[in-house]
T-cell receptor, first 114, second 118 residues
Framework: DADVTQTPRNRITKTGKRIMLECSQTKGHDRMYWYRQDPGLGLRLIYYSFDVKDINKGEISDGYSVSRQAQAKFSLSLESAIPNQTALYFCATSDLTGDYNEQFFGPGTRLTVL | AQTVTQSQPEMSVQEAETVTLSCTYD???????LFWYKQPPSRQMILVIR??????QNATENRFSVNFQKAAKSFSLKISDSQLGDAAMYFC???????????????FGKGTKLTVNP
């Protein structure tokens, strides 16, 4: 089974709808992240969380909110979706063990807002 | 703020040949971490190779190696004996050292699309 899972994998919705993207991990990592990928722009950080009581905004948090329900679960919500939020969304996890603390990514959720 | 630049939007290579993907970055920090991620058509982000700025020896992982030039702020990826499965988007990423209150965010370049021709 995958260490970092995201649901749904694909979603089409309409402008103004509320959408929740979910991320779960079995790696036991404390740190979790949400990134957005747009064509030609690479990935950009939306929100990050160091534990269940710690939530921080990234560089493009406007229009998004998050919830850290447990160490293993980190959800991203779009309260009122708009077409320019059409993108590929990635969840990632990391911890403080090892030298590099690299981030491990989920498979991504492709969101289309019509 | 740190920035990462990948100047080659697309590259192509013949199967079994060698290709080098370029990455430059801008930072005022003396210690940091650099990564190359591969994104095949499946969309999964796969870590290919990593390098810490304080380690002078270039990282190597099987057919993948880097040429890390700290003074030039350059971190290129060399793929030897290219295989069809190497076809993907490749992203260079920068991360600051972990500090109290830091975000540990990855700063990504815009990517290079690699095509491998049979």
């Amino acid at each position: 089974d995958a260490d970092v899972t995201q649901t749904p994998r694909n979603r089409i919705t309409k402008t103004g709808k509320r959408i929740m993207l979910e991320c779960s991990q079995t790696k036991g990592h404390d740190r979790m992240y949400w990134y957005r990928q747009d064509p030609g722009l690479g990935l950009r950080l939306i929100y990050y969380s160091f534990d269940v009581k710690d939530i921080n905004k990234g560089e493009i948090s406007d229009g998004y909110s998050v919830s850290r329900q447990a160490q293993a679960k980190f959800s991203l919500s779009l309260e009122s979706a708009i077409p320019n939020q059409t993108a590929l969304y990635f969840c990632a996890t990391s911890d403080l063990t090892g030298d590099y603390n690299e981030q491990f990514f989920g498979p991504g959720t492709r969101l289309t807002v019509l | 703020a740190q920035t990462v630049t990948q100047s080659q939007p697309e590259m192509s290579v013949q199967e079994a040949e060698t290709v080098t993907l370029s990455c430059t970055y801008d930072t005022s920090e003396s210690d940091y971490y650099l990564f190359w991620y591969k994104q095949p058509p499946s969309r999964q982000m796969i870590l290919v190779i990593r390098q810490e700025a304080y380690k002078q020896q270039n990282a190597t992982e099987n057919r993948f190696s880097v040429n890390f030039q700290k003074a030039a702020k350059s971190f290129s990826l060399k793929i030897s004996d290219s295989q069809l499965g190497d076809a993907a988007m490749y992203f260079c990423a920068y991360r600051s050292p972990i500090t109290q209150g830091g975000s540990e965010k990855l700063v990504f370049g815009k990517g290079t699309k690699l095509t491998v021709n049979p």
